[in-house]
């Protein structure tokens, strides 16, 4: 498994931005499909974005369609999430993860056996 660390969370005002990274470790990530999951308080987990190993193939949840940009460094490990136009509905701790093997396309949470800790977003005014 990964060791998967995010990174950049904070408090932004609507319409601001912010830049989160995840940094793994323990080994490569070029065979791992990754992702950015995230959870508000009573709300299911879901899905953001994804991104294929090789980075020909990225998908988004429709509410972040436009706004988010999921990418990846296969050489320094790190995958990254641009928020862009926050909306307060985007607040949610955000996780990174990663899936070696895929039942779908695209994965499902139980897909993904490495999880960062996560990292905390507020859109507030």
């Known amino acids: 498994q990964l060791q998967l660390v995010e990174s950049g969370g904070g408090l932004v005002q609507p319409g601001g931005s912010l830049r989160l990274s995840c940094a793994a470790s323990?080994?490569?990530?070029?065979?791992?499909?990754m992702a950015w999951f995230r959870q508000a308080p009573g709300k299911e987990r879901e899905g953001v974005a994804y991104i294929s190993s090789r980075g020909s193939s990225e998908i988004y949840e429709d509410a972040v369609k436009g706004r988010f940009t999921i990418s990846r460094d296969n050489d320094k490990r790190l995958v990254s999430l641009q928020m862009n136009s926050l909306k307060p509905e985007d607040t949610a701790v955000y996780y990174c993860?990663?899936?070696?093997?895929?039942?779908?396309?695209?994965?499902?949470?139980?897909?993904?056996?490495?999880w960062g800790q996560g990292t905390q977003v507020a859109v507030s005014s």
């Open positions: 323990r080994e490569a990530i070029d065979y791992y499909t």
């Open positions: 993860a990663g899936a070696w093997t895929l039942s779908r396309w695209p994965p499902p949470a139980s897909d993904f056996g490495s």
